[in-house]
Structure formats: structure tokens, C-alpha cells
């Protein structure tokens, strides 16, 4: 059974910052990619971030500049440190994890990030 854990969400300013982590557990083994993704009320789920095994980073056009997504592999833990917040930002994050064989997608339970003055 493999969970992960989310943490780090809540309410922040605009400008503010804030810092979401996830945890895999269980019986995880040959973890690829890792990333986030975000789903705001009545959108679809999009990607904000994703990182390979090796360190290789891809965001988002919104995300660049401002998120930064790092991995810890000995934790099998991932975070996204997220700065200068807008409204637009607002959603419930998801995290995923990627086994690479056979391939599978888990994810996160979702944290919500409300960005609001």
C-alpha cells in the first residue's frame, strides 16, 4: 500500500509564499517523475511542475520565476516552494508520484492553496 502525504497548504497574501511538501510511503519502489499539478473550481487539473529521478525540472508558463519544485530521494519526499503568490494561484494541489515498471501514477489526497487578501 504507497500514500502520500501532503502538508504545506493554506491561506496566504498575494506576494506571500508558501512551501507544499509530499510524502510517499509504503511499498514505493522505482520512483520516476515526481510533480504537482492543481485543479481550481470548475477547471481541469494542470500541470505546475514535474522533476525526473535525475533533477530534470519542467513548469508550467505560470509556474516559471516564481515556483521552484525539488525532490528529496532519500525522503521520497517532493516539494514545491512557491513565492510571489497570486489569486490565480488558488486551487487544490496535487502531488503525483511516478513508479517506472510497470508504469503507475499515484497521488496526493490534494491541499488547498487560497491565495487572498
Known amino acids: 500500500q504507497v500514500q502520500l502525504v501532503e502538508s504545506g497548504g493554506g491561506l496566504v497574501q498575494p506576494g506571500g509564499s508558501l512551501r507544499l511538501s509530499c510524502a510517499a510511503s509504503?511499498?514505493?519502489?522505482?520512483?520516476?517523475?515526481m510533480g504537482w499539478y492543481r485543479q481550481a473550481p470548475g477547471k481541469q487539473r494542470e500541470l505546475v511542475a514535474a522533476?525526473?529521478?535525475?533533477?530534470?525540472?519542467n513548469y508550467a508558463d505560470s509556474a516559471k520565476g516564481r515556483f521552484t519544485i525539488s525532490r528529496d530521494n532519500a525522503k521520497n519526499t517532493v516539494y514545491l516552494q512557491m513565492n510571489s503568490l497570486k489569486p490565480e494561484d488558488t486551487a487544490v494541489y496535487y502531488c503525483?508520484?511516478?513508479?517506472?515498471?510497470?508504469?503507475?501514477?499515484?497521488w496526493g489526497q490534494g491541499t488547498q492553496v487560497t491565495v487572498s487578501s
Open positions: 503525483n508520484v511516478d513508479r517506472v515498471v510497470p508504469w503507475y501514477r499515484y
Open positions: 509504503g511499498s514505493i519502489f522505482n520512483i520516476g517523475s
Open positions: 522533476i525526473s529521478s535525475r533533477g530534470v525540472t
